[in-house]
């Protein structure tokens, strides 16, 4: 049976996560990820059905997590709606991104569905499902995240 406490470990794990991300922390986030940690990125921007990105190991994430904040200094999810699954191994996000490259004065908002899953208190795989060709319309290159891909 799941306890309340399961849920609530879960919500909380998946919440130091994202204020992670939107801190651009990724000290932070190595403390809470698994040693086999994943994220996807599913939704590509060529509109094939193979993900956009899989970053396939904890060294993968963080190279991720540390491309963002290189390339944007401002990241926050607003509206924020939270779902824990019944058994308590995913946490769901659905949030609007409000991201900010002062440098390149760009602004990117997106609609985001983040599901986190987690594992004895460490996220052990992380979907960021946003509309592809919202971050195409910025017209930047996306060197960042094909170097951590290929970090990998």
Do not use: C
């Not at 309340?4 to 992670?20: D, G, R, Y």
């Not at 440098?103 to 908002?109: F, G, H, I, M, S």
Request: hydrophobic share 50%; no cysteine; aromatic share 12%.
């Amino acid at each position: 049976m799941i306890t309340n406490s399961s849920h609530q470990k879960s919500l909380e794990t998946a919440q130091a996560f994202i204020t992670a991300f939107e801190n651009r922390d990724p000290a932070t986030v190595a403390t809470l990820l698994a040693q086999d940690a994943t994220f996807v990125i599913p939704l590509s921007i060529a509109g094939t059905p193979e993900p956009w990105y899989v970053f396939d190991s904890p060294a993968a994430v963080l190279a991720y997590i540390e491309s963002v904040a290189a390339k944007f200094d401002h990241v926050a999810f607003l509206d924020k709606v939270w779902t824990v699954s019944e058994d308590a191994r995913s946490v769901f996000l659905q949030a609007n991104g409000d991201i900010l490259s002062s440098t390149e004065k760009l602004v990117y908002n997106n609609v985001y569905i983040f599901r986190i899953d987690v594992a004895d208190g460490q996220i052990v795989k992380v979907w960021e499902y946003a509309n592809p060709v919202a971050y195409a319309n910025l017209g930047i290159a996306d060197s960042e995240a094909e170097a951590a891909a290929q970090a990998r």
